[in-house]
């Protein structure tokens, strides 16, 4: 893993872990918490398999001779 994968795993593993605590912390009811915390975990998920798959395309469109440059 290099320094570069290391520090964004940390950030965004920091930044999920924060924003957890600050909805845990946050004076709202219980059932309005918990709510929030899946839609945004629903929003996570969702962001992530989008990633994957922009990258997985590339991935593929790059092993098939385009550059990248020309996926995007």
Request: net charge positive; hydrophobic share 40%; aromatic share 4%.
């Amino acid at each position: 893993m290099t320094n570069t994968t290391k520090i964004v795993t940390g950030f965004a593993v920091g930044t999920l872990l924060g924003a957890t605590l600050g909805l845990l912390f946050a004076p709202m009811k219980g059932s309005k918490t918990r709510s929030l915390i899946v839609d945004k975990t629903k929003d996570v998920s969702d962001s992530v398999s989008n990633t994957y798959a922009k990258a997985k395309d590339m991935i593929a469109s790059v092993k098939n001779g385009k550059t990248a440059t020309e996926v995007n």
